[in-house]
């Protein structure tokens, strides 16, 4: 059994684990590679530039299913389960433990069709209970660079739903287009998300 689970589902999106036993790259591939419809506004604020070869989403796959099976990180794919685009990859959920310090980290993308949805929200709520009621961590930690509106519009409606706080600026934290880039970091406590859930 593995201490993440390997699929989910919330009330409009299914999570499958991202795993090379399971997920053919190539899909991935198709939505991140250079050149695919959206990809630059997709990648304009994360760490990770749009793949020149389906090679690196293999090796993305292959590292997913390596520290999912190590017990550091679970990455799930995130399917709409109704409308036009049910079955469709939306995008991804990460969650990164740091279980010295009882925390997660998330991590989450979207393809420019499913922004304005209220996706972000669902998916924040499914894995705020993954952290807290399976995982037994005591905090969640998210971030966005302060150019990103989009994404930050987004934290700020769940972490104030679930009675999180903004931590504040964070300088030199990440790097994008080889350059180090402050972000704003939230986060969640348990005791927080208890007092707040549904």
């Known amino acids: 059994m593995s201490l993440f689970p390997t699929e989910m589902e919330s009330e409009r999106l299914r999570y499958e684990r991202v795993h090379p036993e399971e997920f053919d790259a190539y899909e991935l591939y198709e939505y991140v590679q250079a050149g695919a419809p959206h990809t630059d506004e997709l990648t304009e604020y994360?760490?990770?530039?749009p793949h020149a070869h389906p090679k690196e989403s293999f090796d993305w796959v292959e590292q997913a299913g390596e520290k999912f099976d190590d017990g550091e990180a679970a990455n799930y794919l995130v399917r709409p389960t109704e409308g036009e685009r049910a079955g469709e990859l939306a995008g991804t959920a990460g969650l990164f433990a740091d279980w010295d310090r009882r925390r997660a980290i998330f991590g989450t993308w979207f393809r420019k069709p499913f922004w304005g949805r209220g996706y972000s929200g669902e998916r924040a709520a499914r894995m705020l209970e993954l952290a807290?009621?399976?995982?037994d961590l005591e905090l969640v930690a998210v971030s966005h660079v302060p150019e990103?509106?989009?994404s930050q519009r987004a934290i700020e409606k769940y972490?104030?739903?679930?009675?999180g706080r903004k931590e504040g600026r964070l300088r030199n934290t990440v790097v994008i287009d080889d350059e180090p880039r402050d972000v704003i970091q939230y986060s969640i406590s348990r005791e927080?998300?208890?007092r707040n859930r549904d």
Do not use: P
């Not at 994360?46 to 530039?49: E, S």
């Open 192 to 194: 927080e998300w208890e």
């Open 148 to 150: 990103n509106e989009n």
């Open 159 to 163: 972490v104030d739903r679930f009675g």
């Open 132 to 135: 807290f009621d399976r995982l």
């Open 46 to 49: 994360m760490t990770w530039d």
